[in-house]
């Protein structure tokens, strides 16, 4: 048994975890040149706008978790906060859709069985 | 024989996953967003990753300090 | 057509006949000082499957098996053309040739831990409950019920979902750090390089770096650990070093 138990998981250090592993994903997902050009707009620009707002999801996803486990937060705070999340998360689903952009082409988090083609 | 997982396949495939799509070198991350052919952006995703690579490392070789 | 990279080396050693994604042969490039294994794809961005991330190791694999260790590339890194990707390659010659000179020799060894003192490490059942399939109606969640559930709204719900799932991965990465601290105490010698433990995708693991002709001793040893500690543990590999090649 170690002796010495300091908090074992940093949040901050899954936080980086979290962070580098959706930026190792978005720059899977990009294509080298991106024409931002509206008269043809290209899924290259939606994929990297998307990729970025599920980076930053899975963060808001996670501290508030860390939040709600910490113990400050009423009841009514807690769904609040849940709420907007679980919104969220349908949006972007919507929106996935909506460019014909499936979770495999932006955030990977793949559980091993049923979400690979 | 004791130690040995029974039932491989979904240890396999997670482990493939979380090892070629999860680890190894990072190079390309870097795309310029351009209007008609002018470039007005380069994002270079690769300096972020790596800079929190590295601050992740010396975090942890400071927690374990010389005892590895 | 884009060019994919898959690995990066340092000597000359040739992809004879190694197949990379949807079939297409691999060849060997030169970038600044270092060699860059790579393949044709049709278009820059491509897409995750089974059989390409299969792929994908496989080519790393081969690339391990003659020549001094390669730097594993991860999956998904693809250029415009071979000139986009030899000047990405060659902007980190560097840190590549650094992180080369590092895996030298060696190889990597995944310590897969199933069961740690008293604690099923991989208990599949709420594993694999991702988060994002946490707000569909399917989700399966078996682990513990919560009497108070009845009362809590459906954002309070999805958030105790979210962080049961962040807890499962957390335990079993406790389970796990135990585990490899019996192992560094036993073999510690043999290892080269190690990170700590990871709980991802409803396996608890860490990788090891050691020499190739260490191999089997690192083996013999992590399992002869078992029947003291009542741990269960499977050693994976060799691999190419995927997890000792992300930072400089």
Known sequence: ?117 | MPGDVVDNAPLELADLINRVLDKGAVIAGSVTISVGDIDLIQLDLTLVLTAIETVRTAERRRREGGDR | MASYLYCVRSDAQQPDGVVGLDGAPVRRIDAGTLVAWVGDVADGSVDVTVERLRAHDAVCAAALTHGDTPLPIRFGQSFADDAALVRAVADREHALRERLARVSGCVELRVVVTRGRDVDVNEQTPAFATPDAIGSSASVDSADVDDEQQAEGPGTSFLRRLARAGRADLAREVACEEVRHSVRAAVGDLIIDQQRCEAMRGVAFFPVLVRRSDVDAFRAAAKNILPSQQIDLSVLGPFAPYSFSTDA
Do not use: Y
């Open chain 1, 1 to 117: 048994m170690p002796e010495d138990h300091e908090p074992a998981f940093d949040v901050d250090e899954s936080l980086r975890n979290d962070l580098a592993t959706q930026l190792a994903a978005v720059a899977r997902a990009l294509p080298d040149r991106i024409n931002a050009d509206p008269e043809r707009v290209e899924q290259g620009l939606a994929r990297l706008v998307l990729t970025l707002i599920e980076v930053v999801r899975k963060v808001l996803e996670h501290q508030a978790v860390r939040r709600m486990d910490g113990g400050d937060l009423s009841a009514e705070e807690v769904e609040r906060l849940g709420l907007t999340l679980l919104r969220l998360d349908e949006r972007m689903q919507q929106m996935k859709g909506a460019f014909g952009l499936t979770d495999e082409d932006l955030q990977i988090d793949l559980g091993p069985l049923g979400r690979l083609r």
